[in-house]
């Protein structure tokens, strides 16, 4: 695995689990956005359900990576653009910078993700 990507991994491989332990558990008050909210409004809002699926998308793809499994990729990818859908409209500041800086997130991922010869040799390495 190249180095870069290797650090990445191991970081989602630990903070990941760690990060949905913390979202699940009702510690107390959330901030979104410069928003406080308590833990029922968090998940009720939609913003529970945001990081829920960025956290735990991105977690998948990083041990997926390590696994070198096909859809690691596009977890990792999806990560960038999924966790839009249900964050709540009312705490973004602007919806249309919001969703553009989510596609060009999800489209640099890409890129790196299947483009870079070294990432694209380590998961094709699996296949053969």
Request: glycine fraction near 8%; aromatic fraction near 10%.
């Amino acid at each position: 695995m190249p180095g870069f990507v290797r650090l990445l991994c191991k970081g989602g491989m630990v903070a990941g689990p760690m990060l949905l332990v913390a979202l699940i558990i009702p510690t107390g008050d959330r901030r979104v956005n410069d928003d406080v909210m308590s833990y029922s409004e968090f998940w009720a809002s939609g913003a529970g359900a945001s990081a829920l699926l960025f956290v735990g998308l991105g977690t998948a793809g990083s041990w997926g990576m390590a696994a070198r499994a096909r859809w690691s990729r596009w977890a990792l990818v999806l990560s960038q653009l999924l966790p839009l859908i249900p964050f709540p409209r009312v705490l973004l500041h602007s919806v249309p910078l919001s969703i553009a800086l989510c596609i060009a997130s999800a489209a640099i991922a890409y890129l790196c993700l299947f483009h870079i010869p070294s990432i694209r040799a380590y998961m094709e390495a699996a296949e053969t």
